[in-house]
């Protein structure tokens, strides 16, 4: 009967492991999408538009980064960072903005999307 306690107790455990190693590699993945989409938005010459004002990318990133820091929680996914932190401010819930040089203005949400697309086709 212990030998039978013993090897359930090992395959639960074993078990448990394996949960938290997937759950560990989803936050690493998550984490590494959402600070590769930060510095996309950083490095891409674009200007940010927050609550009718203008910002640099550079600025734009700081303030996701910003957003990340204090609601991270609600970031367990890329997906979850677009809609939930990156694509409107959570003080005048007015989306945020993002134009192009060439002055093309999307939304930060469809931008960020897309985004995520072309880093995930390009891994």
């Known amino acids: ?65 910003l957003k990340l820091k204090r609601g991270g929680k609600y970031a367990d996914t890329a997906e979850h960072f677009i809609t939930r932190l990156a694509s409107k401010s959570s003080w005048s819930g007015k989306p945020y903005y993002i134009e192009q040089p060439d002055g093309e203005k999307r939304t930060m949400q469809a931008w960020l999307e897309a985004e995520l697309v072309r880093i995930r086709k390009a891994e």
Do not use: P, W
């Open 1 to 65: 009967m212990n030998r039978f306690k013993t090897l359930f107790a090992c395959a639960l455990l074993a078990l448990l492991f394996g949960h938290l190693l997937q759950a560990a590699e989803k936050v690493t993945v998550a984490t590494q999408e959402i600070e590769q989409l930060i510095l996309t938005v950083e490095e891409s010459g674009c200007s940010f538009h927050r609550n009718g004002k203008t910002y640099t990318a550079a600025e734009g990133a700081d303030h996701l980064r």
